[in-house]
């Protein structure tokens, strides 16, 4: 396991409360995201949340998802350019919740959340009303 992680890894990008996550060595146009913590859940998250929104105008808003393993360990994502704090967005759809600059990203011009594999997206559904964003 060890290997294989480290052969299609690049450098480690950060790290949250159950997940790493790495540039992808095959591909730098996306990143490795490996869930260490098992029955979190989190990576499966975003790749459902990924297809729910995929095909609809949300879909700027988020980092897309290329792929999933059988057992949900692993997802390939693009890669976001990390944010300077005066380019984040002054407002944000409603159901982003866990508002980290860390959490952001850019693909090309567009601000995304690239760490969404905790939303309110169940509560609050695809709303197209947007909230003050506070990066404190």
């Not at 790495?22 to 499966?44: A, G, P, T």
């Not at 949340?49 to 609809?56: K, P, R, S």
């Not at 704090?85 to 508002?99: H, K, S, Y």
Request: hydrophobic residues 40%.
């Amino acid at each position: 396991q060890r290997e294989l992680l480290e052969f299609i890894c690049g450098d480690r990008l950060g790290a949250g409360m159950s997940r790493e996550v790495f540039r992808f060595n095959l591909d730098d146009r996306y990143v490795v995201k490996f869930e260490s913590i098992e029955h979190r859940f989190q990576n499966i998250e975003e790749f459902m949340t990924w297809q729910a929104v995929e095909h609809t105008a949300h879909a700027k808003w988020f980092a897309p998802c290329k792929a999933i393993s059988g057992c949900g360990r692993i997802l390939l994502q693009a890669y976001a350019e990390p944010l300077a704090a005066i380019a984040l967005p002054a407002e944000v759809p409603a159901f982003f919740t866990d508002l980290k600059p860390s959490n952001w990203g850019r693909i090309g011009k567009q601000p995304v959340a690239c760490d969404y594999g905790r939303t309110m997206l169940m509560s609050r559904g695809l709303t197209n009303k947007m909230r003050k964003a506070d990066w404190t």
